[in-house]
């Protein structure tokens, strides 16, 4: 009977290591930082409590019996917690990704049950201690996430280290290479794809992929994506608090630098808008130190209350160094002129959105002061596709069109998305969305307005979160919008669950910001 208590002390260990499956989940997914992780630990899963205290009190008697109970319970435990993580990755927006920092861990907590099922069996006298250690780690597996992530630290510092000097080894070998970052509260990822792009069509150039804006995502850049004879290597550069940017630039040293905006972006970690604007131009401290050329974007309030003297400016005012006459938008794109060392250049472009003019503005005159030809400049804006899930139009359910713009999480651009569904004339416009995030105290007011501007543009509004999309519904509600057509649902799925069935060739369905899944709970 002794060994059926040692069965069900595996089972409850092995539901635990299942537990985990999500808890590394949303760590990875919060990059390892335990704020917001901290707030799902709280929402999680309080069923395992209720049955880890049961256990404890079939175990108070000690009757022959609690034994095959407690082999029992432990079954069921470690098959509902393997059950439901598969549904989990299954319906993830971003499953848990494998990487070998994951695989540390997991190898970390599994040592650990391990001693526990081991001690039980040298400590007789002690084995309901262990057993009543090994349901306690089951009630609070997110708290034991951390203690694994607290153990792990001083190794995955080393490892990071290791992977850094490699890196720097590595930059080290192409002294004459070019560098050049772009950062902004928005618009960089879009912006280094572009100014890629356009210097593509005369040099090498290595770009940092996807949303690689980290310390870490640069590093793996280097190391893994670095292409053979790079000439001009595109950084982009993402922050979440001060000295995040200095990070990267002490990495990779710029001489050239984009700063493409300053707004409220991740308050709940920078606190204020002079952090983000300290931040952001730790770039274009590098930059000036280097004796480099900065490009700043004045049409951004912030930016141009804080421009440094030599940077060029950009924007829609004619006072700038380059800037932008001439424009027409439609909802195919727009044609526009680029105004920069007294030159004019007519583009056209397929993108969408007036931000993307100023994208384009600028990485015009970065490839002009690179020396690449105008004719070649031209073609290449004209060939320009959008960013993945940003403003990224698409066919859709049903013959329906898509502007997908998932990746989009900040005020100005979700209200730029908007208006550009606004410019699909004689369609039905619907949009899908949970609203924006890391905004502080400021996050209500934003989506507050973001659901005054739905409710004058669209004919159908999907609101995804019950809880997280009430100052949306508040703001749509202030607008003569139809509350028939304003729809409330738990999930993305949900929302395509509810729209399929309407949805034809003359509709067009805006996705905005497909929020991950470390928001939705």
Not at 129 to 150: D, E, N, Q, S
Not at 349 to 356: A, C, E, F, K, Y
Not at 472 to 479: K, L, N, P
Request: hydrophobic share 45%; proline share 4%; charged share 20%.
């Amino acid at each position: 009977m002794i060994y059926l208590q040692f069965a069900g002390l595996v089972l409850v260990c092995l539901g635990t290591l299942y537990g985990l499956v999500r808890c590394f989940h949303m760590l990875q997914q919060n990059s390892y930082k335990t704020k917001r992780y901290m707030m799902f630990g709280k929402t999680a899963d309080k069923g395992r409590l209720i049955v880890c205290l049961l256990v404890a009190v079939l175990l108070l008697p000690l009757a022959w019996w609690v034994y095959p109970a407690f082999l029992g319970i432990g079954f069921v435990v470690s098959f509902l917690r393997f059950a439901k993580n598969k549904i989990e990755q299954a319906v993830a927006i971003k499953p848990l990704v494998y990487t070998a920092r994951v695989k540390r861990q997991f190898t970390t907590a599994l040592v650990l049950l391990a001693a526990i099922c081991v001690l039980w069996f040298v400590f007789p006298a002690l084995r309901l201690l262990f057993v009543g250690i090994a349901l306690l780690l089951y009630a609070v597996t997110p708290a034991f996430a951390l203690v694994v992530l607290w153990l792990n630290a001083p190794l995955e510092k080393a490892v990071a280290q290791h992977y850094i000097n490699h890196a720097k080894r590595i930059l080290k070998k192409s002294p004459h290479m070019k560098i050049l970052g772009v950062t902004g509260s928005y618009g960089k990822t879009t912006t280094k794809f572009i100014i890629t792009r356009l210097l593509s069509e005369k040099y090498t150039v290595t770009v940092t992929p996807e949303s690689f804006n980290t310390p870490m995502g640069v590093v793996r850049t280097i190391r893994e994506k670095m292409k053979s004879g790079t000439e001009i290597f595109v950084v982009e550069m993402g922050a979440k608090r001060v000295g995040d940017i200095k990070e990267i630039c002490d990495l990779v040293h710029p001489t050239y630098g984009v700063i493409t905006s300053v707004g409220p972006q991740h308050l709940d970690t920078f606190h204020t808008i002079e952090n983000i604007v300290k931040t952001k131009f730790e770039l274009a401290d590098t930059v000036e130190r280097a004796k480099g050329r900065l490009y700043l974007n004045c049409d951004s309030q912030l930016v141009a209350q804080n421009k440094r003297a030599g940077a060029i400016c950009y924007g829609t005012d004619p006072a700038c160094q380059a800037y932008v006459t001439d424009l027409t938008c439609h909802e195919g794109g727009s044609a526009f002129t680029v105004h920069y060392q007294e030159e004019c250049i007519p583009v056209t472009t397929r993108l969408l959105g007036s931000h993307n003019i100023l994208n384009i503005t600028v990485a015009v005159a970065v490839a002009r002061d690179f020396d690449v030809p105008v004719p070649d400049i031209q073609y290449a804006v004209s060939t320009l596709k959008p960013t993945e899930h940003r403003l990224e139009v698409k066919s859709f359910i049903g013959g329906a069109t898509m502007i997908d713009d998932a990746y989009n999480a900040n005020p100005e651009g979700c209200l730029e998305a908007v208006n550009v569904l606004g410019r699909f004339e004689n369609k039905k416009k619907i949009i899908v969305t949970p609203g924006l995030v890391e905004l502080g105290e400021k996050e209500a007011k934003f989506n507050f307005d973001l659901g005054v501007r739905a409710g004058q543009v669209c004919d159908q509004i999907v609101l995804v979160g019950l809880n997280r999309s009430k100052p949306i519904a508040d703001g749509v509600r202030s607008t003569d919008f139809c509350e028939e057509n304003l729809h409330i649902v738990a999930s993305f799925k949900d929302a395509m669950a509810l729209l399929s069935p309407t949805l034809d060739q003359n509709c067009v369905v805006l996705v905005e910001n497909d929020l991950p899944d470390n928001y939705l709970y």
